[in-house]
Nanobody, 119 residues
């Protein structure tokens, strides 16, 4: 199983990016039953939860991104997305996708995608 992130890049403050994470080699039942999340790790800081979406669609966001970021998923394509609007320089980080399924005992991470917010 591999989680492959894409969509990162350089954007000006106030801009938008859409991150995508594709689960390759994961059976659909594991994907659909997983909690999917995006984490961010800025230079010199610990990896922190940005947003998560449970198998029933319940979402949870870090206070710093509420109202600006939206997490979503497409079960049939086994993808999870992070729509990032009104980006700020402090959002600059490597963003990682995570999918964990307690029932199956699986926990997968992607390799990360760099997001840089700078003028």
């Amino acid at each position: 199983v591999q989680l492959v992130e894409s969509g990162g890049g350089l954007v000006q403050p106030g801009g938008s990016l859409r991150l995508s994470c594709a689960a390759s080699g994961m059976i659909l039942s594991v994907f659909s039953g997983s909690t999917k999340a995006w984490f961010a790790q800025a230079p010199g800081k610990q990896r922190e939860l940005v947003a998560e979406i449970s198998s029933d669609g319940t979402t949870n966001y870090a206070e710093s991104v509420k109202g600006r970021f939206t997490i979503s998923k497409e079960n049939t394509r086994k993808r999870v997305f992070l729509q990032m609007n009104s980006l700020k320089p402090e959002d600059t980080a490597v963003y990682y996708c995570r999918m964990n399924n307690e029932w199956y005992g699986t926990d997968y991470w992607g390799q990360g995608t760099q997001v840089t917010v700078s003028s």
